[in-house]
Nanobody, 123 residues
């Protein structure tokens, strides 16, 4: 089994900061790309930021310059530093990881999701 556990969400005033963490655990051969998505009420789940195993990053236009994604491969952890938060950043934030597992016969990769953590930004 593979588990993703997020932490760090909460309530913050506009202009404030939060840091999200996501730890991946379980029987994993390797972790490939990792990312953060968010879903506001009544809206679809959208990519916020992603990072490859080599450290290349990608951001949604709405968060560029305010959010920073990073990862610690030794700890199987991905982070999202969120600064200058706005009320429109309010959403449930989900961690995503593309993991390769070995069954003893074959290697296979698939995406896994965390349970989500609520981020609320008050105006």
């Amino acid at each position: 089994q593979v588990q993703l556990v997020e932490s760090g969400g909460g309530l913050v005033q506009a202009g404030g900061s939060l840091r999200l963490s996501c730890v991946v655990s379980g029987s994993i051969f390797s972790i490939n790309a990792m990312g953060w998505y968010r879903q506001a009420p009544g809206k679809q789940r959208d990519l916020v930021a992603s990072i490859t195993s080599a450290g290349s990053t990608n951001y949604a236009d709405s968060v560029k310059g305010r959010f920073t994604i990073s990862r610690d491969n030794a700890k199987n952890t991905v982070y999202l530093q969120m600064n200058s938060l706005k009320p429109e950043d309010t959403a449930v934030y989900y961690c995503n990881a593309d993991c390769t597992r070995y069954t003893g016969a074959v290697y296979y990769s698939r995406e896994y999701w965390g349970q989500g953590t609520q981020v609320t930004v008050s105006s």
